[in-house]
Structures are given as structure tokens and as C-alpha cells.
Nanobody, 120 residues
């Protein structure tokens, strides 16, 4: 059974950095995209960054451009989200997401989330 697990969240001051990690996808086949989403209280879940597995460039939400970097360590089967210059509005639960596509089947996997809180 696949279980994505995020880690690296926590409390950080304004302007600080965090590096989120996601593991658990090594047994998933036909991954075509990997990404990070976030959800703040009372708001919808939103895309932060994603990276196709075909070598195409990662994409970022406008709010993340220039501050966040998504990357993957294939040897360690780990997805990362390096977050710099954090702001209070970045506070949210961050979720790892993996998209699978094979023939006519498409589905995705989610982690349980990791809390990020940025104080002023």
C-alpha cells in the first residue's frame, strides 16, 4: 500500500527557510508529475509547485516563484520543496502529490500533510 509521508514542516520566523521532504513513492509506477500543494485554514487547497517526470522544467505558483524550489533526489526517492524568504501568508498545511497516468487510467496520491507556520 502506497503511503506518502511529508516532513520538514514547523514554526519559522518571517524571512526564514524550511525544506520539506516527501517519501513513499518508490513503488508507484507510471508517475508523470510530482508536486506540492498547500491549504490554509478556510481556503481551498492550491498548487505550489510541480515537476513533470519527463524532464520538463518545474512550474511554480506566482506566490512561490523566486522563493521556493522543487526538486527530486531519485537515488533517495525523495521529493523536496526548499522554501526561502518565508512570509506569514505561506502558513498552511503542505501536501505532497504524485500523479499517475497509464493508458486510460489516471489517478493521484496524497500525503497526510505537514504544517508550516510562519510568524511575524
Amino acid at each position: 500500500q502506497v503511503r506518502l509521508v511529508e516532513s520538514g514542516g514547523g514554526l519559522v520566523q518571517f524571512g526564514g527557510s524550511l525544506n520539506l521532504s516527501c517519501i513513499g513513492f518508490e513503488k508507484i509506477r507510471y508517475i508523470y508529475v510530482m508536486g506540492w500543494y498547500r491549504q490554509a485554514p478556510g481556503k481551498q487547497r492550491e498548487l505550489v509547485a510541480y515537476m513533470p517526470t519527463n524532464g520538463a522544467s518545474p512550474k511554480y505558483a506566482d506566490s512561490a516563484k523566486g522563493r521556493f524550489t522543487i526538486s527530486r533526489d531519485s537515488a533517495k526517492n525523495t521529493l523536496f520543496l526548499q522554501m526561502n524568504s518565508l512570509k506569514p501568508k505561506d502558513s498552511a498545511v503542505y501536501y505532497c502529490n504524485v500523479g499517475v497516468h497509464y493508458l486510460h487510467d489516471e489517478h493521484e496520491y496524497w500525503g497526510q500533510g505537514t504544517q508550516v507556520t510562519v510568524s511575524t
